[in-house]
């Protein structure tokens, strides 16, 4: 009933940025928390960052202070601003929306970081 779907992933340098969007559609509630999580190759699906309906934030240690989650709600959107790239962020980023029990995936976007 709800649609996630990923835009922006691509092949970067290691210093570069990329900025990646997750467009909702469907039956979606107003109240939802929007986050962003990642696959690296033969590794479990891990978090990156959360946004809640009040634009309050929690991002894993290993993107603090390169990363930046925010979302409008108008447009049912969620970005995430990816600079200062590193080889290790390299994987299959998802879009995840949870509201009142419930959770959505988009299909991922592939960011490849380069050495």
């Known amino acids: 009933q709800v649609q996630l779907v990923e835009s922006g992933g691509g092949l970067v340098q290691a210093g570069g940025s990329l900025r990646l969007s997750c467009a909702a559609s469907g039956s979606i509630s107003s109240i939802n928390d929007m986050g962003w999580y990642r696959q690296a190759p033969g590794e479990q699906r891990d978090f990156v960052a959360l946004?809640?309906?009040?634009?309050?934030?929690n991002y894993a240690d290993s993107v603090k202070g390169r990363f930046t989650i925010s979302r409008d709600n108008a447009k049912n959107t969620v970005y995430l601003q990816m600079n200062s790239l590193k080889p290790e962020d390299t994987g299959v980023y998802y879009c995840n929306l949870r509201s009142y029990g419930s959770g959505y995936w988009g299909q991922g976007t592939q960011v490849t970081v380069s050495s």
């Open positions: 946004i809640a309906q009040d634009f309050s934030t």
